[in-house]
C-alpha cells in the first residue's frame, strides 16, 4: 500500500513468480469491494500478460531508436556531411550526399515520432487486454468499469501544482497522473 491519497494502482515484475501489485491508500479509500477487485484483476492480467517485460522492451527499442536518430543528426551537423574532400568529386557526389543528407534528417526527424506512436499503441492494447483479464478474473465487469471512472474522475479534479507527480513511473500507474487536467 502506498501512502498517498491519489487513487491508483501499478503492477511490477518481470516474472509471473515474482511480481507484485501496489495500490494506494486512496484507492482504498475511494473504491467499493467490488470495484477494488476490478482493479485488483486488472493488475493482474498485466502479470499474467507479462507486460513489464514486454512494455520494457518496447521502450529500450523506442528509447535506442531516439538515440540512433540524435546520432545522425549530430553526425550531420558536427561530421561535415555534405563537404567534399575532393574537390575532384565534388560534381559527382554532391547530388547523392544532399539525397543521403535528405533522408538522414527524414529519418532522424520521423523515426522517433513513429516510434513513440507504435508505444502509444502498444500500450493501449496492453491495457485493453488487462482490462479483459480483470473483468475475467473479478467475475463483474460493471464493477471494473466503475472504478475506471472513479478513478478517472478523480484524476481530472487533482492541481497540477498539487499533483505527486513522477514522469519515471507514470506510465506504471492505472490512470497516468501526469494526464491531470487543473
Do not use: C
Not at 493501449?124 to 478474473?137: L, P, W
Amino acid at each position: 500500500v502506498i501512502e498517498t491519497e491519489v487513487p491508483n494502482a501499478f503492477a511490477t515484475g518481470m516474472r509471473t513468480s515474482r511480481s507484485a501489485i501496489g495500490v494506494t491508500r486512496g484507492l482504498l479509500k475511494t473504491l467499493n469491494r467490488s470495484e477494488l477487485q476490478g482493479v485488483i484483476g486488472h493488475e493482474m492480467g498485466h502479470i499474467g500478460n507479462l507486460d513489464t517485460r514486454y512494455m520494457t522492451a518496447v521502450g529500450v527499442t523506442v528509447g535506442l531508436i531516439a538515440m540512433v536518430s540524435e546520432i545522425a543528426l549530430r553526425s550531420m551537423q558536427w561530421g561535415g556531411m555534405g563537404r567534399s574532400r575532393s574537390s575532384n568529386r565534388d560534381d559527382k557526389k554532391g547530388g547523392g550526399q544532399a539525397i543521403l543528407m535528405i533522408l538522414l534528417i527524414f529519418f532522424a526527424i520521423l523515426a522517433p515520432i513513429a516510434a513513440m506512436l507504435i508505444q502509444m499503441a502498444i500500450s493501449r492494447a496492453r491495457e485493453f487486454e488487462a482490462d479483459k483479464g480483470g473483468a475475467e478474473i473479478s467475475r463483474d465487469p460493471a464493477s471494473l468499469a466503475s472504478a475506471l471512472k472513479k478513478i478517472h474522475n478523480y484524476a481530472h479534479k487533482i492541481p497540477m501544482e498539487t499533483a505527486e507527480m513522477h514522469p519515471e513511473t507514470a506510465q506504471m500507474m492505472i490512470i497516468n497522473p501526469l494526464s491531470a487536467e487543473g
